[in-house]
């Protein structure tokens, strides 16, 4: 590549110092073109191991290569491909003491080649901080995009609002499922209530308070709360012949488990725990006793299709299918195929059995989509609820894809992120940023009918640098927000864990009133007794002023927080900034694929029957909105060859 450069931008590339922050699909795909283009000190952070599912596209891993670190072999790589390279890797977390603003500060140039909003977020303020170039990236299928970052010059990650996630309301998801994700929001809300840290915004009994129930749903003659939770004491020799192995014949609840602790509100733990985990009655509790609750809320059913309720020794007696797809199975296309409904109640059965196992070994369990017992854990939950509601099941392989929030990676698009990536990288060595480019990957519907095969064209958009925007809550001089929330029920926690690190991506926040006293909410070092308490009881009011700092960031914003309790539902809080920010009841692994600020311009989806005519008018507008300037005819931009000198 020395051909490529004069020689002064060649000593510039020899000499830079590179922090590459992910060794993934982008990461792999950087790393090469590093090496190609001439850089030879770079220091490389990942956090993750490398999986089966990632060698179909990043390139420098092998099976053999399974379970280590990606940092590490994608380093060996590329000292093998480029023996005076220096390559330093971490394996570990971006977001930590040891990497603050004085180890950014000694980087010529920092690559963004993450996949999660937190991270690039923190990396995004690191290097404001720091006042180091970033250069930042994501990829999403086939979408993609790639901006680059000067602090005081251009508009920074957090500058544009990140695309809102799909939320579903708490009583859909608890007692009105209609879809097959809501099933599986369920399945994932019941695994973290059984096995993992449970949320009470996450409960999965049937809600009592849904407005469109009936106020006496769950009563008996006698005006009393009827049993929501009960013994089975039946078994049957059928039973038994299933449950042997997984079971060891813990089949009863402790004593004293009744109506009136039902009606009290016992969690969902509380209630495994009294009958020790055992399948049968868990799954008499989740599929036979709950939906008879719901059946007995009259109102919810006028207009919808009343549930049905499931029995497991009835499920049990049905004659055996072939063989049990479960976590078992080694072939790929096993994981397509849909389950019987007996072969989702002995999958459940199998996997209560083995996560209660690893429970007890390390008392609380993260859900991963890649660990077999959780997924099938989740599927066979799903599917067992969907039956019950005559909703589609899923398979394995459909199920992962929705819960793990899964968009298959493209390894051309990636290919092209990178690319742009060391152009831009290449640009700001050279003190050449006004002729850096932000690019988006975008996939717009073409104008053909809705049967046709192939309907989606992939439209690349470059547009220019855009200025930072005057209030963002990252790079502006002065960083002062607003937020609209209920101070009665929002407790310190949520506030910090859902809205400061949450929404404004702190790592370590430390916050105190802004008043004369200063008294401390939040110290990041210290762990204070007001966690679970209402904003109201640490004397935050209707419009107190929080000075919220995260020194590790060198970032400080204050927050005037404002009270309503006319918020939608499963709403946190509203900013000043966006209309509304909505608990996510599935959070996203996808990166942003940003899109350009601009609200009227006609949408590409309205023009799925549009004549080709109009699409072509519609993209020659688009590009120059993107920063082409003036587009002919045929599509081509008078400056096409400017943008690429």
Known sequence: MKMAFDPQTQTKIDQAKVFMVGAGGIGCELLKNLLLTGFRDIHLIDLDTIEVSNLNRQFLFRSEHVGKPKAQIAALAAEEMCPEARIT???????????????????????????????????????????????????????????????????????????????????????????????????????????????????????????????????????????????????????????????????????????????????????????????????????????????????????????????VHSILKQKDEEKVWGSSSTEEHEDKRLWSLKQNVIVFMRAVKALKETMDKIETLVWDKDDENAMDFVTACANLRATCFGITTQSRYDTKQMAGNIIPA??????????????????????????????????????????????????????????????????????ETSLRLNLETTTIKDFQDKILKGYFKMA???????????TVIIDSEFELNNKDKPLTACKILDGTRLKCSDFLQEYDIT???????????????????????????????????????????????????????ELKRFKRQEKEHLGFGHVNENGFPDQFLEILE
């Open 89 to 311: 890797w971490y394996h570990e977390s971006v977001i930590q003491p040891k990497f603050n603003v004085k180890f950014f500060g000694q980087f010529n140039l920092v690559l963004n080649a993450l996949d999660n909003s937190a991270a690039r977020s923190h990396v995004n303020r690191m290097c404001l901080a720091a006042n180091v170039p970033l250069v930042e990236s994501g990829s999403s299928g086939y979408l993609g995009n790639c901006k680059v970052i000067i602090k005081g010059t251009t508009e920074c990650f957090d500058c544009q609002p990140p695309i809102g996630q799909k939320t579903y309301p708490g009583c859909t998801i608890r007692n009105t499922p209609s879809e097959p994700i809501h099933c599986i929001v369920w399945a994932k809300h019941l695994f973290n209530q059984l096995f993992g840290e449970a949320d009470p915004d996450q409960d999965v009994s049937p809600d009592s308070e849904d407005p469109a129930a009936d106020p006496e749903a769950g009563l008996l003659s006698n005006g009393t709360h009827q049993e929501h939770w009960s013994t089975v004491a039946e078994t049957n020799e059928t039973v038994i012949a299933h449950l042997a192995v997984q079971q060891n014949g813990a089949h009863q609840l402790q004593n004293g488990s009744n109506g009136n602790e039902a009606k009290k509100g016992t969690s969902t733990r509380a209630k495994a725990v009294a009958c020790g985990y055992n399948s049968i009655d868990l799954f008499q509790k989740l599929f036979h006793q709950d939906i008879s609750y719901l059946l007995s809320m009259s109102k919810l059913w006028e207009k919808r299709r009343r549930p049905e309720v499931l029995d």
């Open 410 to 479: 493209v390894a051309s698009t990636n290919a092209i992120v990178a690319g742009l990536i060391i152009f831009n990288a290449v640009k700001v060595l050279q003190n050449r940023v006004d002729e850096c480019r932000n690019l988006i990957l975008k996939t717009f519907r073409d104008a053909v009918p809705a049967t046709s095969p192939k309907r989606r064209v992939r439209i690349t958009g470059v547009s220019k640098l855009l200025e930072p925007v005057k209030d963002c809550v990252s790079c502006s001089e002065r960083v």
């Open 508 to 518: 370590q926040p430390d916050v105190s009133l802004d008043d004369s006293s200063g």
């Open 559 to 613: 927050i005037t927080v404002n009270h309503a309790d006319d918020l939608p539902e499963d709403t946190l809080f509203e900013s000043s900034k966006d209309a509304n920010v909505v608990l996510a009841a599935m959070p996203s692994q996808a990166p942003d694929a940003r899109t350009t600020p601009a609200q009227k311009r006609k949408s590409a989806d309205d023009l799925a029957e549009a004549s080709a005519e």
